[in-house]
């Protein structure tokens, strides 16, 4: 069957309202709000307006309302180029709505509320939808899981890139579905009970799953392939943080980009590490939120000034011939 999209994401939509202060307040005190704004946000819907920013065939698909929230994440995946004609009407649904309160290091506290939002059952997807996309991005923040979905996603022999944040029996099961597993330090360590994110990675990676990555921030991440017990650490890229909101989602859909484009994994990792710096950047301190979602030629900038040894031979090469392909699309 023709694939029409790289990426095809089912999950969490939010937005999300920010207020940036001077510095993390403590409990019981008065802060003055340096600036207020309202972003797209949500780790799969994140992910995919990473994908269609860099230029990959990108769709996304959930129950959303008419209110003013679902309105508002239809227009910003729009504008990302993502596909957004399997988003499926339901009146009663809505995104998640973030409060997000973020200081000038960076650091980052969110208040969500998740009583709209509608998850997907297997029945809202039909086999053709499945078997249009390359590979299929899930994510797990909170409950019910989306085992049934991936069982349903197995089943067809479409790959999936599994962005699980959770703490629950449901998000292992679901860890357990995934052919590319790529969690934040706090879950494997959580998962593995393991402090070190090189043991927890090779906790993780203790099944027949294909590939096993493990974020760690500016600790770069921690990496496997189902064909290879040793545990590979990838450094992240030096850049100046101006805001880290959203930057593990990033790197998830990059990762899922370059997997579903056939790069190698060493390649994978690293042109999503360099999406995510790119992320924190801010493009020098003038963009937040989605605006600041990387190019194809962002991430070839941040390449090309970074030392040889910190990419494979032929990473270069391949991200160009990757642009050229969108070009021709």
């Known amino acids: 069957m023709n694939k029409l999209y790289d990426v095809l994401a089912i999950g969490v939509a939010a937005v999300d309202d920010l207020l940036y202060v001077s ?21 799969a819907c994140t992910a995919v307006a990473t994908v269609g920013t860099l230029g990959g065939r990108s769709a996304y698909c959930a129950r959303l309302g008419e209110d003013d929230l679902s309105s508002y994440i239809r227009s910003r995946l729009q504008q990302c180029h993502v596909d957004t004609t399997h988003i499926m009407l339901d009146p009663g649904a809505a995104p998640f709505h973030s409060s997000i309160v973020v200081d000038l290091h960076g650091n980052r506290n969110v208040f969500y509320d998740a009583s709209m939002f509608r998850p997907l059952t297997p029945d809202n997807l039909t ?11 899930l994510d797990h923040v909170a409950e019910p899981s989306l085992t049934e979905i991936a069982e349903k996603i197995r089943a067809l022999g479409v790959p999936i890139v599994g962005d699980i944040e959770g703490r629950s029996e449901p998000a292992l099961r679901l860890a357990e579905r995934v052919d590319h597993l790529v969690v934040p330090y706090d879950f494997a360590r959580w998962a593995s009970n393991l402090t070190n994110p090189r043991d927890a990675c090779a906790d993780l990676a203790q099944t027949r799953r294909t590939t096993t990555v493990v974020t760690a921030g500016s600790d770069g991440c921690y990496y496997t392939s189902g064909v290879d017990n040793s545990i590979i650490h990838a450094p992240a890229f030096r850049v100046e943080t ?29 042109f999503a590490s360099a999406a995510a710096a790119v992320k924190a950047s801010g493009n020098s301190g003038a963009q937040r939120g989605w605006d600041a979602l990387p190019t194809l030629d962002d991430i070839l900038v941040l390449l090309r000034s970074s030392p040889n040894e910190h990419y494979a031979p032929g990473l270069l090469e391949r991200i160009v011939n990757l642009h050229k392909g969108f070009i021709l699309a």
Do not use: Q, W
């Open 127 to 137: 086999e053709s939808l499945i078997l249009s996309a390359k590979l299929i991005l």
């Open 242 to 270: 101006f805001d880290t909101n959203g930057c593990g989602d990033t790197f998830h859909g990059a990762f899922a980009l370059a997997i579903a484009r056939d790069f190698p994994l060493r390649d994978a990792v690293t």
């Open 23 to 43: 510095s993390y307040p403590s409990a019981n005190v008065k802060v003055p709000v340096m600036a207020r704004e309202r972003h797209g946000g949500g780790p």
